[in-house]
């Protein structure tokens, strides 16, 4: 595994608040030249440290006012494979992460929409005729904040 | 404020975040000085916050994340700002969210091996104020996280 010093951790902090600053910047930022910057970048790159990239946008602004985690129960499992289930819940455009967990529940789903009716919409025409879902349990979602995480 | 165009867009930039400016201006149907006048003006009006980079936790040796349901003691008037205050210290609490329905909270943990995780577990977690109950669930995979908006 790639071996990180304080900058290095700084950088990924910097590059994960904002995936768009360039090597020039973030030299700024780090007391680095740009060239270096930019090789550090690069190291950290390829050794995988990041999955993508993502767009973060105000969803209220767009009219998603309502955000809804589902715990979501099988209840045909054999019957119903869970690839038919994933593949089924992947395709729903208001369903924004599915998470396979082990507990209480087999998947977590973060589902978005407009207001309390439409998803009501959603739960009903999409999400309970998946196929073999079971018991769901729903919370409305008031805040939301997400940490640096362990490399602060 | 948002037109037809913007939101196309919207859905171009964020099926892929990280095409270079030309392909997204032609995939969205407009020329590349109209996507950077567009893009500077819901950057400005705070449609778009920033193009985030998501840690791939794993390669850093962090391969255990938990999803941790917790309900709050209630009759404690301060009990969500208190439990949050102190979650927020715990460096391996990735995400925390606050719920209206039969949980109060969820954090997202994350620990390098199961061993690691206990010592979250035992040391930093049931420490925190005002847990009434706590359900774990363990990830075992994610299928979809691009967290895109249905525009």
Do not use: C
């Amino acid at each position: 595994m790639i071996d990180l010093d304080d900058t290095d951790r700084a950088m990924i902090r910097a590059v994960a608040a904002d995936a768009l600053l360039s090597a020039g910047a973030l030299g700024r930022q780090l007391g680095l030249s740009q060239p270096a910057a930019w090789r550090r970048l690069k190291r950290l790159k390829d050794a995988g440290i990041f999955r993508g990239q993502r767009l973060d946008l105000d969803r209220e602004a767009l009219g998603f006012s309502v955000t809804v985690f589902l715990g979501v129960k099988l209840a045909t499992k054999g019957r119903v494979s869970l690839e038919d289930f994933e593949r089924a819940v992947t395709a729903i455009p208001e369903v924004q992460t599915v998470e396979h967990v082990l507990g209480a529940y087999d998947y977590r789903l973060r589902v978005v929409a407009r207001d309390i009716a439409d998803f009501e919409r959603v739960l009903r025409r999409r999400i309970m005729t998946l196929p073999g879902v079971g018991n769901i349990d729903a919370n409305v979602l008031l805040s939301e904040e997400r940490l640096p995480g362990p490399i602060g | 404020m948002l037109d037809p165009t913007d939101l196309r867009i919207l859905r171009q930039f964020q099926a892929a975040p990280d095409l270079p400016t030309a392909d997204l201006a032609d995939r969205a149907g407009v020329t590349p000085t109209t996507l950077a006048r567009r893009l500077d003006k819901m950057r400005a009006a705070g449609v778009i916050r920033a193009v985030r980079s998501v840690i791939n936790w794993p390669s850093l040796g962090y391969t255990v994340e938990v999803s941790l349901r917790v309900q709050l003691d209630k009759t404690q008037p301060r009990a969500f700002d208190e439990f949050l205050a102190q979650a927020r210290k715990i460096p391996e609490v990735i995400e925390a969210q606050t719920f209206l329905g039969q949980v109060d909270a969820r954090l997202s943990v994350i620990a390098r091996d199961m061993p690691h995780y206990q010592e979250v577990y035992r040391d930093k977690l049931l420490t925190l104020p005002h847990i009434a109950d706590i359900e774990a669930l363990m990830h075992v995979s994610r299928v979809k996280f691009d967290e895109t908006l249905p525009l």
